[in-house]
């Protein structure tokens, strides 16, 4: 179990455990050594029992802490492994994209018949000013990749249809390493 749980049903997220950590956590001033997990329920009720299981002296007239949406996006940014995050309708590509562009060029220069998919993720039914976006904000991260040392014919690019419920997946460009199967 994490240090601090959170629970998210319909495209909201409470703060059901580790409490005691919420002013560091809402100020983004955790120790790295302190662990957040997002938990999916199918139903406020479900997100309520996790409260009152992992929460000890809860008052019965009292709720759960909201989180706002935009610390929730920053917690994802952090749990993502290696996905570049953008603002939304912006391609620009801040400090911790940068740092998972060169950790992915450093895994590269170490595996070097490796290859890198750059994944957008794009609605079928998008408009096109979304799906212009989403290229450019790939295009960006590929010419980063060759600036930090990833040759770029072992860059592919690849779309995938955002997950259900996951709203955020179009703010995001995923990296993902992989070697190719031997003939």
């Not at 759960?64 to 995050?85: C, E, F, M, Q, T």
């Not at 590509?93 to 750059?118: F, S, Y």
């Not at 957008?120 to 039914?125: G, H, K, R, V, Y």
Request: a negative charge.
């Amino acid at each position: 179990m994490a240090d601090i749980t959170l629970a998210e049903f319909n495209d909201r997220v409470w703060l059901v455990g580790g409490e005691n950590y919420i002013d560091d956590f809402l100020f983004n001033s955790l120790p790295p050594e302190i662990t957040v997990e997002i938990v999916p329920c199918d139903s406020l009720q479900e997100v309520t029992r996790m409260w009152t299981q992992l929460c000890s002296d809860i008052d019965p007239t009292a709720m759960p802490w909201a989180i706002n949406p935009a610390i929730v996006d920053r917690v994802r940014r952090k749990l993502s492994g290696h996905s570049v995050y953008f603002a939304e309708w912006s391609a620009s590509i801040e400090k911790d994209g940068r740092a998972v562009i060169a950790t992915v060029a450093e895994w590269w220069r170490d595996n070097k018949v490796a290859l890198i998919d750059v994944v957008d993720f794009l609605a079928p039914n998008a408009p096109k000013s979304a799906a212009n976006l989403s290229q450019l904000r790939g295009q960006l991260v590929e010419e980063a990749l060759v600036e930090a040392g990833v040759a770029v014919a072992q860059i592919t690019r690849v779309t995938r249809e955002p997950g259900k419920g996951h709203r955020q997946d179009s703010q995001r460009i995923e990296i993902a390493g992989r070697i190719p199967e031997a003939n």
